[in-house]
């Protein structure tokens, strides 16, 4: 299932025969579809979340040390959606976004939220299942399992006096930072202008859902402005202003971004710009995302080791590149078919990624010149006038 977020452009007989990835008996040289469809059946969905969960966690702490912000991790958390393949038990189980006049989406869709790291893009943590379901019921799932001594940058969608306080009192030294809504209210309590401390009244609603919640929750208020002059309000729980002043806090908001780029490596890149996923059974997308997800963060995990080595930050090598690379390299190691030169392979890999900077393109030297359509014939010109 790794293989095949790797290779999404092949079918599945056509990775598992390249790549040998079964062990061919003596009277079959190759696998039959029909023993790769029962093969996904027995192994099912659950041992690909457990590799992915105790992977992620594994990788993300090997070099977590280097990217700490004053002794804190930087995480991402936010939502997005995919389709999968339009069958009737994908239809029934994930549902579909609905339209007016009773019309639904051409492709039944699941909605998923993950915690990203932002300095790696490692995913640390995903949940996911129907479309019906909000973001925030996913969310709720993932804020227990959220590291301690970190700070998660969420969307403003994500505002939530339960969601943000639980985070802070469910483990030790974990933060939020997130932007006010419009429509936010809250009595000021110290601090100036650009940077305060507030109160806000928690809902009835909220305190009769989670009984534990208090009357009211205080959070730093920061102002922050984009480089296109707009202004927003930060709310954070980072109150300590001699350990974190506004503009650290604002320039962590800045790199929440990177979560929204792991989504379109996912979904673009490593997808192949395939409208939906493979599997038609609910079993078989379950365990093709989460196999998909392992592979993403495989990809991250190289780019972040060769990143290290070459003295340069995880974000400044191309991940298309990478990605391509690592295709081959697989490819490669499958024809050799020499278990003892996978050191090597590993090896080689590791210092191609070291080359694969991102170049800024330069800037236009010519006016810009809009070309006429082509013509499939030649175009003739009369001589004499007709009329």
């Known amino acids: 299932m790794i293989a095949l977020a790797l290779y999404r452009h092949q079918s599945i007989s056509e990775v598992v025969d390249e790549l040998d990835l079964a062990l061919p008996t003596p009277q079959a040289s190759f696998v039959s579809k029909s023993a790769i469809a029962q093969a996904r059946q027995r192994t099912g969905a659950a041992p690909l979340a457990w590799l992915f969960h105790e992977s992620a966690r594994n990788w993300i702490a090997q070099d977590q040390a280097r990217y700490l912000f004053k002794g804190c991790a930087l995480f991402a958390m936010d939502g997005t959606t995919l389709q999968t393949a339009d069958s009737a038990a994908n239809r029934t189980h994930f549902g579909a976004s609905a339209a007016t006049h009773d019309r639904v989406g051409s492709y039944p869709q699941l909605r998923a939220v993950t915690l990203t790291a932002i300095a790696t893009r490692l995913v640390r943590d995903a949940s996911f299942g129907p479309y019906d379901t909000n973001e925030m019921i996913w969310a709720r799932e993932l804020i227990p399992r959220v590291p301690d001594s970190s700070i998660t940058v969420f969307d403003k969608g994500f505002l939530s006096a339960q969601l943000l306080c639980n985070l802070v009192s469910g483990g030790q030294n974990r933060h939020f930072i997130i932007p006010a809504k419009s429509n936010t209210r809250w009595e000021v309590l110290s601090g100036h202008d650009g940077d305060q401390i507030v109160r806000m009244r928690v809902s009835p609603q909220a305190r009769a859902k989670c009984p534990q919640l208090p009357e009211f929750w205080q959070a730093r208020a920061v102002l922050a402005v984009d480089a296109r002059g707009r202004q927003r309000i930060l ?13 650290d806090i604002v320039a962590c908001h800045e790199r929440r971004w990177q979560i929204e780029t792991s989504y379109h490596e996912l979904k673009q890149s490593m997808l192949g710009m395939q409208l939906t996923l493979r599997s038609h059974t609910v079993q078989g997308v379950y365990q093709e995302l989460w196999g998909a997800l392992i592979a993403y963060n495989l990809i991250r995990l190289e780019i972040a080791k060769a990143a290290l080595d070459a003295g340069h930050a995880p974000n400044d090598l191309s991940f298309i590149r990478a990605f391509h690379i690592i295709q081959y390299e697989m490819t490669w190691a ?19 990624l070291k080359q694969l900077l991102n170049e800024k393109r330069p800037g236009r030297t010519c006016a810009r010149a809009v070309k006429s359509r082509p013509f499939r014939y030649t175009v003739r010109y009369l001589k004499k006038d007709l009329n």
């Open 235 to 247: 709310l954070t729980s980072l109150t300590d202003r001699r350990r974190f002043k506004a503009i």
């Open 334 to 352: 499958a024809v050799t078919r020499s278990y003892g030169k996978l050191p090597m392979l590993l090896t080689r890999l590791r210092e191609r």
